[in-house]
């Protein structure tokens, strides 16, 4: 009797127990219960601001995106096979003045994601060729290297918000995507390791979801990148905006960069209707709007160094008002590679918009992320993971340093300057491009995304410096000439070694020295 009651005594300390362990892993996992999202209704489009396909529990989430802009929409798209949570601050039609040209580099990448559709006539994309460069009452036509390629192949330039609108559509149909509306406030951490994002929805709610790797790619002002960087953000100037309608460029489907005093000027089609004109201030204050001071100053500082062609257009465009600014900005990557998370676009890494470069380097990191993904069937193992994408930052290097690099000298090099060796060698930097040849297909080719390689780019920014020497020299050379000489070739150095340096020596001319290089998927 004695025994049955020692079975019995054990079996009902198996069920309490059991009971008790239940109510404990209840209790502990209640801290990552999600909210339900109201209105969890199948649906294949947006709805109140969001768009909200067949819910599903947010532990079953493989990639958390933080924003839907030209790097989150497009990287969204490209994750087939992943369940993705993207979350954008404003689902409603971005208004920007910068990010409206792709060179063909960039559209090149476009292809390889499959959302060339995005860039083409439903938003009036226009086709660019290349550029025209103005100095001084002169002019010199550069052409995209495109020859090797198809006849859609080519630079395109468009309304900003009209194109990640409809990169955003692309992804919103896809039945593996839930895109909603809210902000990101904080990374969940946990031992070092990111889980999630905390974010408010549209209604103000406080949510949580969880994924084993969380992609943040929120723009310049990004909130969350100090967490997973150490950013050095510079602001070299500032851009003036104006749209100029129902005009014709010089040339046609072309760019044009005026080195105007006391930094470029820039024009290009945005619609079959409209020319925007981007103004360089350098610095970080401009002129105020409200008081009349920037209608004052495009009038009487800028307006006479447009093209006749031009003036007209850009006069009226002030008259009728619509002036914007912004504060343009440039940060190297310096990442922090922490388990769980990684970031991409502009919270990552950004150049001077003078060269029209940053979507294509954009693009072009997530072909190269979703390369790197591809072979994973399991994204759980963080610190793996982690360790495996430290390659991503050396195998980015090739297109990344050359855009950067370039955008960085090519707007120190374009603007005026009362140091003589500068204004040499901007001089010397028009003449080297108006030679023809090599000697404007290698820079070109190198600005427009088509040959990523940086030590191209090294030679090509020292054969100006040379050639700029070369000028002085003729046609006698004299000591004031050769200090003068000498002078250039330290104001380069003085240009593109900070640049270089910013960038990383051995990861942009050297990849294959650094050990991340050669990394292997990690084997589950």
């Excluded at 190297?332 to 940053?358: E, K, Q, V, W, Y």
């Excluded at 591809?374 to 993971?385: E, F, G, I, S, V």
């Excluded at 820079?443 to 780019?457: K, M």
Aim: charged content about 20%; hydrophobic content about 40%; overall charge neutral.
């Amino acid at each position: 009797m004695v025994s049955y009651e020692y079975v019995l005594g054990g079996l009902l300390a198996s069920l309490l127990g059991s009971v008790f362990f239940m109510i404990i892993s209840a209790t502990l996992g209640g801290n990552k219960t999600v909210k339900a999202l109201s209105g969890g209704v199948k649906s294949n489009g947006f709805r109140n601001g969001e768009f909200q396909p067949e819910m599903e529990e947010e532990k079953s989430t493989d990639v958390v995106i933080v924003g839907a802009g030209v790097a989150g929409a497009a990287l969204a798209y490209t994750l087939e096979g992943r369940r993705v949570h993207v979350i954008e601050r404003d689902l409603s039609e971005p208004d920007r003045i910068v990010g409206e040209l792709l060179q063909p580099g960039g559209y090149l990448k476009l292809i390889e994601l499959g959302l060339e559709d995005s860039a083409n006539e439903s938003i009036d994309a226009q086709k660019v060729f290349g550029y025209a460069l103005y100095k001084d009452g002169k002019d010199t036509k550069l052409s995209y290297p495109l020859e090797k390629y198809s006849s859609d192949v080519a630079g395109r330039s468009f309304h900003n918000g009209r194109f990640i609108q409809r990169m955003r559509e692309e992804t919103a149909t896809l039945s593996n995507v839930k895109l909603e509306q809210g902000s990101v406030t904080t990374l969940i951490e946990e031992k070092g390791i990111v889980k999630g994002v905390i974010y408010k929805n549209k209604a103000g709610e406080e949510m949580r979801t969880y994924a084993p790797l969380t992609i943040v790619c929120d723009g310049c002002f990004s909130n969350l990148r100090k967490s997973l960087s150490a950013p050095k953000v510079e602001s070299p100037s500032c851009f003036v905006g104006l749209i100029l309608e129902n005009c014709e460029l010089p040339h046609a489907n072309h760019g044009h960069a005026i080195l105007g005093d006391p930094s470029p000027i820039l024009f290009y089609p945005i619609s079959s209707t409209e020319v925007r004109c981007l103004v360089d201030i350098p610095g970080t204050k401009v002129p105020s709007v409200s008081s009349g001071e920037m209608v004052k100053y495009l009038k009487s500082k800028v307006a006479p160094q447009i093209p006749r062609q031009l003036y007209n257009a850009f006069m009226a465009a002030i008259d009728k008002g619509n002036i914007r600014t912004m504060q343009n900005k440039s940060m190297a990557a310096n990442p922090l590679p922490t388990p769980g998370a990684i970031l991409l676009g502009d919270s990552f890494n950004m150049r001077h918009p003078l060269t029209g470069g940053g979507m294509t380097v954009a693009l072009s990191d997530i072909v190269l992320l979703r390369n790197l993904l591809r072979p994973l069937h399991d994204l759980n193992d963080a610190p793996a993971l982690c360790n495996y994408l430290e390659s991503f930052y050396t195998l980015r290097k090739p297109v990344s340093s050359t855009i950067n690099t370039l955008a960085g000298a090519l707007y120190k090099v374009f603007c005026a300057s009362p140091d003589q060796a500068r204004q040499e060698m901007r001089e010397a930097c028009f003449g080297y491009l108006s030679l023809g040849g090599i000697c404007s297909y290698g820079p070109v080719s190198l600005l427009s995304g088509l040959n990523p390689r940086p030590l191209h780019l090294f030679l090509h920014f020292f054969a100006v410096a040379i050639y700029g020497v070369g000028r002085l020299m003729l046609p006698f050379p004299s000591p004031k000439r050769m200090w003068l000489g000498a002078r250039l070739i330290s104001s380069a150095s003085d240009i593109i070694f900070p640049i270089i340096k910013g960038e990383g020596v051995r990861q942009m001319f050297f990849p294959a020295t650094v050990p991340a290089y050669y990394r292997s998927p990690p084997i589950h």
